[in-house]
Every structure is written in C-alpha cells, then in structure tokens.
C-alpha cells in the first residue's frame, strides 16, 4: 500500500462522559464476519460510529487519499476494572498481511468516544504501518474487493505503558492476558 503524502487534520475535542446517542448506525458487539449479524457482546463493550454501520462501507472522506479525516467513534459498557482503553484499526486484507491503520492507547476509561479527527486528552496517538503517528485511513491496492477494516477497542486491566511510537504488533503482545473486553466494528473500503 502506497503511503500518501501528509494530510492536515483539525483536531477536535474527546467527549468525557456519556456522549450523545448516535443512533443505531454503526453497533457492533463481538466480532462479526461480514454478512453476520451482530453477535452477543464480548465483555460488555460495544464499539459504533455515526460514520458507517458494521459491515458498510467506509466514506471516502476517511481514507488515505480522501482526506485522511479519522472517524467519530463512540463506545459504551466498558467494563468494570479497566485501568485503559487501547484502539486499533487494522485491514486483515491488505496483500503483505494484517496492515495497522490507528494504534491509540493510554485512552483514559471514563471516556466514551473520539469525534472526527479528534484527541483524547492523556492518550497517545502509535505509529501506524504507513510509517505515521495517527489515523492512516485505508486505502488498498485499486482493482482489490473492497478490504475489512476492523476496530477493536480492548479494555485492559493495567496500563500498558506503551510509548508514542507503539505499533499495532506491539500493542498486540502487551494485550495478551490482559483484556478486560473488546469491542468491535468492521467497515469495508475498496478503489
């Protein structure tokens, strides 16, 4: 996949608290294949975004080449216990295997979402496989099947203390025996 040049963002703000009901669009409990249903919630936590749905296709205004604008997400039920949050987005899809697209970890538990191209105070933004900090929206091969791009919010039981330049391959092993719960939502993106 082919890095793009740099993209501007605007950042906003996070929502402590309870953020403002987005409707149905976007929820997903567990992990669902594409074509599924929903499945029961893992852990409690359930990951949507006013976005997209699960299993719909991600605007073109979020990927790499379209503006690079990281999607509102919002999240509930996290479990009791949890000491951080930790965000990846990664395409299961891409040609030379899983390729990260957002690593965000240190994401305090009492908040409840990100807006479009926004930060959470006292997280820390990875490094995604694109070689930058931050969101790196999709962007396969042109002529591919649309990719999976799955959000995983992972609810863990002590920090991580992983540092601003973490990679998803990272974030995975600290993960291991730890996670509280995970949310999941899965958006397609094809060119």
Do not use: K
């Not at 990951?47 to 790499?64: C, K, M, N, Q, V």
């Not at 191209?117 to 496989?129: C, M, Q, T, V």
């Not at 959000?151 to 002590?158: E, G, P």
């Amino acid at each position: 996949m082919p890095a793009s040049g740099g993209h501007s963002r605007h950042r906003g703000q996070a929502r402590p608290g309870r953020a403002a009901p987005l409707g149905t669009r976007g929820t997903s409990r567990g992990e669902p294949g594409l074509g599924e249903p929903p499945r029961p919630r893992t852990g409690g936590l359930e990951l949507r975004s006013s976005a997209f749905s699960d299993g719909t296709l991600i605007p073109e205004r979020h990927s790499h080449g379209g503006g690079n604008h990281s999607p509102a997400l919002e999240w509930l039920a996290v479990p009791g216990g949890a000491a951080e949050l930790v965000l990846l987005c990664e395409d299961p899809d891409a040609p030379g295997g899983t390729f990260t697209h957002w690593v965000v970890t240190r994401i305090p538990p009492e908040t409840s979402g990100i807006e479009e191209d926004g930060s959470i105070p006292g997280a820390l933004e990875g490094r995604n496989d694109f070689g930058e900090h931050g969101w790196g929206g999709p962007w396969p091969p042109a002529g591919d099947e649309p990719h999976r791009y799955f959000f995983r919010l992972h609810a863990v039981d002590r920090p991580l203390r992983l540092g601003e330049d973490a990679t998803g391959g990272q974030v995975r092993a600290a993960l291991a025996g730890h996670v509280l719960g995970t949310g999941t939502l899965v958006g397609r993106f094809g060119r």
